[in-house]
């Protein structure tokens, strides 16, 4: 077993140059495919159980345009689900599908963020975890535009236009909720210092990504982090939100350690493929 | 469904005033009402009700399929009921914007149906207790929904005429997924056919009564299809549902639980048995299966909502009142 880090890591790329070997600037994916395969399963994951979440508010949005807008960011991230999940199986090789995937594996075996599963809460809750992933969903999409691998940038760049309006969107509502009335700001803020720990999860690299770095498929995910804040501090500035001083990350779900959350999650989304077996639907 | 168990609030002709006479005139011409004209209160009031009627059928209808969203047993199947799903609050938003168009706010709207004033089809007080209940509605309610607003596309008010038109075009989409749902399931394993029947036995008559009662029992009718917001009787529309579904039922090998069923050659349709009347007024009445969940769910919504919404005008208050002041 060759000694490639497996500790969280602040700085991916650093320990990429240490481990030596593949460089930064290794043209194509003759990279690992284990962890080519864990990337596409973290990239379908994280879309895969935030659209489940905010599915569950279809019907029950506080307004019906927000009903329908709520369900349009569904729709886009199932949509990207496909596509990663495919890729992924396709890079598996193993002869699963995108469906398989999504509803044969276990909890262990899901690579989301912890943010993506937890609970929706109150709409402004669903709209802060929205908000938070979506500048980091946009900013790692924008740097996979440019990615290695040519699959990969092509459903980078599919999905960015999505996420784009995605991330317009939450910003905007955000704002507003933040700056909308006494009682708004409070569950705004409780939102956010309830959500930062699982937010930060986002920037901890691992071994997966420092070979996803070193092979140029995908970026450093500490790398991010400037980006991210540039785009989501001056939006919590503007809804006159406190950013939680705490640099405290809570962590597992890229490596499928979860909350108690997905569990009740997989139970639901996989009901019918798990009590009638090989059937077609 | 919409327009069989709304109560018309007309004029008997011999009482007309001269300007109902000319309004009438144009509704015999087939001219379209439009939101500014002159029309009789008794023709506002009506349309109100129905369009408002039909505008929350549209919304607590996404609640028996959005059960079963987070179930979905594949990708594309959730990504198709989602997307249909989402289209019902789209035909609720564009028949509210109708209604909006005669004097009546949404919000106004709302209060209404959650107060239990206003009703919604009787359809969506039925359990969706499995997967293939997605299939069967989508055939069946739907189906049925396409026939009654059909014919409303020439309905003689603009606004409503116009919606009607929009909404058809997606609700034949949903029919034939439905349908598509449906073909899966009856020819898949054991299990899923079993589903597939099931479905169809509990969705049937509720179906049917989709309709109204029958026409001898509907005492509102006269007033609606001279102004021309009804075209059709209630048992036009069932006898056309039957017609067209049975042999639908045959190509899935699924059996029409009613024994009675019949080919007329005389006629030209076919012979069925009527719905369960009490049960139909027992819904309505509020003791359908699921009517406390679902205006329940509505409800809920509305109120948890409460603080999101009036954040937003909060914010828009501040944001227009920070602006500065345009140079003239
Ligand atoms: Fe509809
Ligand atoms: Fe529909």
């Known amino acids: ?281 | 469904m919409y327009a069989q168990l709304v109560k018309s609030e007309g004029t008997s002709r011999e009482d007309m005033s001269p300007e109902e006479i000319a309004f009438q005139g144009r509704i015999d011409r087939n001219e379209k009402i439009e939101p500014k004209e002159w029309m009789p209160e008794g023709y506002r009031k009506t349309l109100i009700r129905q369009i408002g009627q039909h505008a929350h059928s549209e919304i607590v209808g996404q609640l028996p399929e959005g059960n079963w969203i987070t179930r979905a047993p594949t990708l594309e199947r959730k990504q198709i009921l989602l997307a249909k799903v989402q289209d019902e609050a789209g035909h609720g938003l564009y028949l509210y914007c109708a209604a909006e168009t005669l004097g009546v706010s949404r919000d106004e709207l709302l209060e209404r149906l959650h107060s239990g004033d206003m009703k919604y089809s009787s359809i969506f007080n039925y359990p969706t207790l499995t997967w293939a209940d997605m299939g069967a509605v989508g055939w069946l309610v739907d189906g049925a929904a396409i026939m009654n607003q059909v014919p409303l596309q020439r309905t003689s008010y603009g606004p409503y005429s116009r919606a009607m038109i929009r909404i058809c075009k997606e609700e034949s989409f949903h029919q034939r997924q439905g349908y598509a749902i449906m073909m899966k399931m009856a020819n898949g394993t054991p299990a899923q056919k079993k589903m597939a029947q099931d479905a169809l036995n509990r969705l049937w008559y509720p179906s049917l009564m989709m309709f109204g009662p029958s026409d001898k029992d509907s005492v509102h009718s006269a007033q609606s299809m001279a102004w021309k917001i009804k075209m059709n009787t209630n048992d036009e529309l069932r006898q056309k549902f039957v017609d067209q579904t049975v042999p639908q039922a045959e190509y899935l090998g699924l059996t029409v639980p009613d024994p009675d069923l019949k080919w007329n050659e005389e006629k030209g349709g076919y012979d069925f048995s009527e719905p369960d009347w009490d049960e139909f007024y027992q819904v309505l009445k509020g003791n359908g299966p699921c009517n406390k969940e679902r205006l329940g769910a509505r409800v809920k919504a509305w109120e948890d909502g409460a603080w999101y919404r009036d954040a937003m005008v909060a914010h828009a208050k501040k944001k227009a009142s920070r602006r500065p002041v345009a140079a003239e």
């Open chain 1, 1 to 281: 077993m060759p000694s490639l880090p497996d500790i969280m890591t602040p700085n991916a790329e650093e320990l990429a140059k240490q481990d030596g070997g593949k460089g930064g600037h290794a043209p194509l994916p003759d990279a690992d495919q284990d962890a080519f395969f864990e990337f596409l399963l973290r990239m379908g994951d994280n879309a895969l159980i935030l659209g489940h979440r905010n599915s569950e508010w279809c019907g029950h949005g506080p307004q019906l345009e927000e009903d329908i807008a709520m369900s349009n960011i569904a729709l886009d991230l199932i949509g990207q689900t496909a596509l990663w999940l495919g890729l992924a199986a396709e890079v598996e090789g193993k002869g699963r599908s995108a469906d398989d995937l999504a509803y044969l594996r276990d909890v262990w075996d899901f690579r989301n963020l912890l943010l993506v599963e937890r609970p929706n809460g109150d709409f402004g809750a669903t709209l802060m975890r929205q908000f938070l992933f979506d500048a980091f969903h946009f900013h790692l999409l924008q740097a996979l535009t440019g990615s290695a691998d040519p699959r990969v940038a092509e459903i980078a760049a599919k999905s960015l236009k999505e996420v784009s309006y995605h991330l317009e969107r939450s910003a905007e509502q955000v704002i507003a909720l933040g700056d909308g009335t006494e009682e708004s700001r409070k569950r705004m803020q409780a939102a956010l210092d309830d959500q930062w720990s699982y937010a930060l999860e986002m920037f901890l690299g691992d071994a997966t990504d420092v070979t996803m770095a070193a092979s140029g498929i995908a970026p450093d995910p500490a790398g991010l982090r400037q980006a991210w804040d540039d785009t989501v501090l001056p939006v919590l500035a503007e809804a006159t939100l406190d950013v939680p001083d705490s640099t405290f990350a809570h962590k597992g779900g890229k490596q499928g350690t979860h909350t108690e959350h997905l569990g009740y999650i997989l139970a639901e989304m996989q009901f019918l493929q798990r009590a009638y077996p090989g059937a077609e639907w």
